[in-house]
């Protein structure tokens, strides 16, 4: 079972910031947080990931709380394209891990004109 | 187009008829997942390989199920016996050795249809 919590839609106006929420309560101390998005008709795309300091790239930034029990994932200016569903995935991050991702129901975040 | 590319992108098949799909990763990627995804769902695992070797496969992969990836190249994952349960999404990931551990370039997928 997927160990993360998400509400099941969003919405989100054009040009604001998006900010989706994922509680993993239960995470331990060296699992990573993970973040995919699925555009509708498309396979999941990779996002950002982080352990337990912010994080920030060309797509998002990675907001984690310091008890690492919740994160947050910020998409700073959305547009329409942004429309899709985020997963938050929390999983161990070592060569040896096979990273078989385990996907929850995620977000269904929609960005309106 | 370097992306993992998936063949058929749809596949429709009657119950009971034997269907096989392809996954080409990106060339330098040695690891590669099959996952499967049904309505309203995020997907789920199938099975793993790590080049040529299948190393976990998930108890979704009934015996009807059976995955390959001779040379550690293209993968193939074959349905005997379709049933109207096997209708999903199939996907396919890749990923290269190293760092980041978890960042799986995904394909498109092909949708089945078991009529």
């Known amino acids: 079972d997927a160990k993360t919590t998400q509400p099941p839609s969003m919405d989100c106006a054009e040009g604001r910031a998006a900010n989706l929420p994922c509680n993993h309560s239960t995470i331990s101390g060296n699992e990573y947080v993970y973040w995919y998005r699925q555009i509708h008709s498309q396979g999941p795309q990779y996002i950002i990931h982080?352990?337990?300091n912010n994080e920030t790239n060309e797509m998002a930034s990675l907001i984690i709380t310091e008890d690492r029990k919740s994160s947050t994932l910020i998409l700073p200016h959305a547009t329409l394209r942004d429309t899709a569903v985020y997963y938050c995935?929390?999983?161990?991050?070592?060569?040896?891990?096979?990273?078989?991702?385990?996907f929850g129901k995620g977000t269904k975040l929609s960005v309106k004109p | 187009d370097t992306g993992v590319s998936q063949n058929p992108r749809h596949k429709i098949t009657k119950r009971g008829q034997n269907v096989t799909f392809r996954c080409d990763p990106i060339?330098?990627?040695?690891?590669l997942y099959w996952y499967r995804q049904t309505l309203g769902q995020g997907p789920e695992f199938l099975t793993y390989?790590?080049?040529?070797?299948?190393?976990?496969k998930s108890r979704l992969l009934s015996d009807r199920f059976s995955a390959e990836r001779p040379k550690g190249s293209f993968s193939t994952l074959e349905i005997q016996r379709t049933e109207q349960g096997d209708s999903a999404m199939y996907l396919c990931?890749?990923?290269?050795?190293?760092?980041?551990?978890?960042?799986?370039?995904f394909g498109p997928g092909t949708r089945l249809t078991v009529l």
């Open positions: 995935i929390v999983i161990l991050n070592y060569g040896g891990s096979q990273g078989n991702l385990i």
């Open positions: 390989f790590q080049n040529e070797a299948q190393l976990e």
């Open positions: 990931a890749s990923r290269p050795q190293g760092r980041p551990y978890n960042e799986q370039f």
């Open positions: 060339s330098e990627h040695n690891r």
């Open positions: 982080g352990l337990k």
